[in-house]
């Protein structure tokens, strides 16, 4: 976690004029029982989201505790931190102590559609944040406190004041000033900063303090010597600054008063930190030593202190609005359709390091079908097989509320899981709805083995030694049986699973219409084969592709040979940034640096409407992933399946008259790759024949 005093977002008011003006400005409105008659059960639904994520994902409850402290220091806490870009607002996340830092904005709208489900129009973004925050605590062994409740969303973010958060190296008295201006004393000051109990900071936030302290060129001297030469061993002098400390060195999982003890003996990592005990004569001095000695003084003064920043600024009564999702003001939600969008910063980590994932299958995904979806549109559209508006209109993002409510958790559950051993999978999953969606609809018939009666779809060209992930959408059928027997598709659950997986990545999130049925019928990187002829002998000239950057081409020469040695070797399909989510590979085409021919098709053809589409994603990333999220939407409409057409798969891999008496049968090409590579799973392929021979005798 990145410095709890370095990522207080810090609003520069004037003393006179704002002093008495914002802070405690609507206190008396707020109240903790502010939603017991219209929304109940809030704190445990969002206790409930937090409690699942943190499972797999224990560094959230720090997360989303600081997210609330950085929405408060600016302009108020009023959930002005979680607005998105838009025509009209610049986002407080891309300030400089947000961008790459704060992290669980996609947790936070979790929480949103969560509590939306139950309390539609009721509790508001800059509420859940104060919740959020508390049952973290609480969840890490810290002190619980009555959260007051009644605050509104604002209408407005101030990115200028977003940029005015005090770094990792600032005085005592510079704290101070800062804490002031928020109408927050000493103590305060102490005590909040007993948030740094528990998370991580990057080596670029303190690298000064270990080599060239205030430019004397010697390390800063209330710095213990053993504790110095660690901390060196981590982070050389001229290192790259992203490796990771823990803030507290002792217990560093653990809401603790240790934080203070490391002061007490010089081991506080940030000099923002070490200042509240080394700054000589300093009253902070006492009140680190009375909270080393007593956890419960500390407790109860963290307390108090969350509940005083917690009424800074806010919005009551009829100021500001309830937010539909947190991440837009209603005019523009409504203005451009959206449902929830991830925001930007939401796979960002509080130490500055962007969970790993493989951006590169992401692309891949959206390399081959995005531009049929987003840049090809109607047309693309037009040509298979889309739903009657009457089974379109089927389909609901409530479908299951009543009978498998917790689908969405179970699904993300499993892919959290498998993400953390392989990333790539995100991308997979994706890849497999697309692919499902554009053969007969969005049925899950790609999911089907071979039968006696049934050709798989898995063995077509485009899937053949393609498509992996198959075994994972086993893996989350098993677990929603298990919770909702016979209620929830195949299908559905591919679509559910794309979204997910976008989230996870980095990408945008959306309502997943469902309410699918399945057929009882029939991001990544890219093999040399798939672009080895524009290398050496494009369309039969006996030459490369003319719209290939030259520079570029000797790179994938040198990678892929003419002798076609390595032609299942495969490349990045983007270059730049091949491990983030971002629109890079758009700015790729522009150079002339498309992997694919279909790719740079999209810029190099003359006068094509694609181009002018490419230079819009490539100027701007929200307006690609809000393209990118609409036409997710419109694909998951397909050909689907709804009422009483199809069944409800009880294994996703044979239809239900195939499947009696056997168990889960992993798919036919679950072990291929896609990048082409066989792992051999010889038990499927036993089992699948012997299901064949039992059908054929029958």
């Known amino acids: 976690m990145m410095s709890f005093l370095s990522s207080f977002k810090v609003v520069a008011l004037c003393y006179g004029v704002f002093m008495f003006g914002v802070f405690l400005s609507s206190e008396a409105q707020l109240d903790p029982s502010f939603y017991n008659k219209t929304c109940p059960n809030v704190h445990s639904i969002v206790r409930e989201v937090i409690n699942n994520v943190s499972k797999t994902d224990p560094r959230m409850p720090a997360s989303l505790l600081r997210l609330h402290f950085h929405d408060c220091f ?36 979790q929480i949103k559609t969560a509590v939306e489900n139950a309390c539609p129009g009721i509790v508001s973004c800059a509420d859940i944040l104060a919740l959020a925050a508390e049952i973290s605590s609480v ?76 430019n004397t060129g010697n390390p800063d001297p209330s710095l213990n010597s053993s504790y110095l030469q660690t901390l060196r061993s981590l982070c050389p002098n001229g290192g790259p600054g992203t490796t990771v400390a823990n803030l507290d060195l002792t217990t560093p999982d653990t809401f603790d008063k240790n934080y203070y003890s490391n002061l007490q003996v010089h081991k506080g990592l940030l000099q923002s930190d070490q200042e509240l005990f080394s700054t000589s004569g300093a009253d902070t001095i006492d009140i680190v030593n009375k909270f080393s000695s007593d956890q419960n003084a500390f407790f109860e003064a963290f307390k108090a202190s969350m509940i005083k920043m917690g009424n800074i600024g806010v919005l009551t009564g009829t100021q500001g609005e309830i937010r539909k999702q947190c991440n837009f003001i209603n005019s523009q ?142 893996d989350i059928k098993t677990a929603v049986e298990a919770v909702c027997p016979n209620t929830v598709s195949c299908a559905d659950i591919l679509a559910l699973a794309a979204e997910i997986a976008s989230v996870l990545g980095g990408g945008p999130d959306w309502k997943v219409a469902l309410g699918r049925r399945d057929s009882a019928h029939t991001f990544g990187r890219a093999q040399c084969q798939f672009f080895f002829a524009r290398l050496y002998n494009f369309n039969g000239t006996g030459n490369p592709d003319p719209t290939l950057d030259s520079s570029y081409r000797q790179i994938l020469q040198s990678q892929c040979p003419i002798d076609g040695s390595k032609n299942t070797s495969v490349v990045n399909l983007d270059l730049t940034t091949p491990d983030t989510v971002d629109n890079k590979y758009y700015s790729n085409l522009q150079a002339q640096k498309g992997l694919l021919q279909s790719d740079q098709e999209l810029f190099s053809t003359p006068n094509a409407s694609t181009t002018a589409i490419v230079n819009n994603f490539s100027a701007n990333q929200t307006l690609f992933f809000e393209a990118f999220r609409a036409s997710m939407i419109k694909m998951g409409n397909i ?35 896609e990048d082409g590579m066989d792992t051999k799973n010889i038990e499927n392929q036993f089992l699948v024949s012997k299901m064949n021979n039992q059908n054929a005798t029958k």
């Open 74 to 109: 600016v302009q108020g806490c009023d959930g002005s931190l979680l607005l998105n870009n838009t025509a009209t607002i610049v986002s407080e996340q891309q300030a400089r102590p947000n961008n790459n830092s704060i992290r669980g904005l996609d947790v936070v709208n």
């Open 139 to 214: 969840l890490d062994q810290g002190p619980d406190w009555k959260v007051q409740l009644g605050r509104r969303d604002s209408l407005t973010a101030n990115i200028t004041l977003a940029q005015n958060l005090p770094g990792p190296s600032l005085t005592l008295d510079q704290l101070k000033a800062r804490f002031t201006a928020q109408g927050l004393n000493t103590t305060d000051l102490v005590a909040l900063s007993g948030a740094h109990t528990f998370g991580r900071a990057r080596c670029s936030l303190f690298v000064g303090r270990l080599y060239n302290f205030s």
């Open 333 to 474: 939600s409504a203005q451009l359709g959206l449902y929830n969008v991830a925001s930007k910063e939401s796979s960002s980590s509080e130490d500055g390091m962007k969970e790993k994932f493989d951006s590169i299958s992401f692309q891949s995904a959206i390399n081959e079908f995005l531009l049929a979806i987003v840049l090809c549109g109607v047309v693309v559209l037009g040509t298979f097989p889309l739903s009657s508006d009457a089974q379109a209109s089927q389909l609901d993002p409530s479908f299951y509320r009543d009978t498998c409510p917790t689908v969405h958790s179970i699904v993300r559950d499993v892919l959290r899981n498998v993400s953390k051993t392989d990333p790539r999978i995100l991308a997979s999953l994706m890849r497999v709805h697309f692919h499902d969606c554009f053969v007969q609809g969005c049925d899950a018939s790609i999911l089907l083995n071979d039968t006696a009666t049934i050709v798989s779809e898995q063995g077509a060209a485009p899937n053949n030694n393609s498509i992996r992930g198959l075994n994972v959408v086993n």
């Open 639 to 673: 050909g689907v399946l709804t009422g009483s057409n199809g069944e409800i798969r009880k294994q996703c891999n044979l239809v239900n008259s195939n499947s009696m008496g056997l168990a889960n049968v992993s798919s036919n090409k679950e072990f291929f790759s």
